[in-house]
């Protein structure tokens, strides 16, 4: 018979026993105790909450990566319900949109607009750090204004493909994570916090098409149209690059 160090209760000994009997066993505290609770949830319906919880508000900023028409996209954007602002960079050249209800600027240096316009450097002078105004009739309007619009973009992000799995918990800038998958993976990923509202926090997407992180979620900030002195109204189609 085992005996009992002084100062020591049966009770206390027996807590220590099943203790160190969990530790042999490999046994774990549980990875969702006081989380959202979502990581025990099936992926279906994570993908359904986390959809939820980013309609559930309208700011968010978003960075990253998208590739679309065999084209890549870098970009860091804060979106809110009345447009959205910040940089999108491609085949090294940056530029900044912004985005006030249906007026749309891109605003860039002489090179890029000189870029844009063959050899007219006088016309890419006049437009270097400009905001101009981007006629809705002109193509680039579709595809640019299309980033800086949180439900446009949102919609079509936030869908995996293919049979949905969980795959294990994760971290993303110290946050807990609940990792979703499609096809194990070739549909893409996407974590999702296990702190507060279930809102994605990562995505990469299937088929090589880009990594986006995503913070702020219901962080207000204003987007203001530039002023006038800046802009520019360059007319019914923008140079053609």
Not at 134 to 161: I, N, Q, W
Not at 203 to 216: H, P, V, Y
Request: proline fraction near 4%; charge should be neutral.
């Amino acid at each position: 018979m085992t005996a009992i160090a002084p100062g020591r209760t049966p009770r206390a000994v027996l807590v220590t026993a099943v203790c160190a009997l969990a530790v042999l066993m490999g046994c774990s505290e549980d990875p969702d105790a006081g989380t959202n609770g979502v990581g025990k949830l099936s992926a279906d319906v994570i993908q359904s909450k986390t959809r939820a919880a980013a309609t559930s508000v309208a700011t968010v900023r978003m960075a990253g990566t998208v590739v679309t028409s065999g084209r890549t996209y870098e970009l860091d954007m804060r979106l809110n319900a009345d447009g959205g602002t910040g940089s999108v960079t491609s085949k090294g050249a940056t530029f900044q949109l912004v985005r006030v209800g249906k007026t749309l600027y891109l605003q860039a240096d002489a090179g890029f607009w000189n870029h844009a316009d063959g050899s007219d450097t006088a016309a890419a002078g006049k437009l270097d750090g400009k905001y101009v105004k981007v006629p809705r009739s002109d193509p680039a309007y579709k595809k640019f204004s299309g980033f800086t619009d949180k439900d446009v973009l949102l919609s079509g992000l936030l869908t995996l493909h293919g049979s949905l799995a969980t795959d294990g918990h994760h971290e993303q800038s110290g946050t807990p994570t609940i990792r979703i998958t499609g096809d194990k993976g070739s549909g893409g990923t996407l974590d999702v916090s296990l702190h507060g509202k279930p809102y994605p926090l990562r995505l990469e997407r299937g088929g090589g098409a880009g990594t986006l992180t995503f913070s702020d979620w219901g962080k207000d900030f204003s987007v203001a149209e530039p002023e006038k002195g800046d802009t520019v109204d360059y007319g019914k189609q923008l140079p053609t690059s």
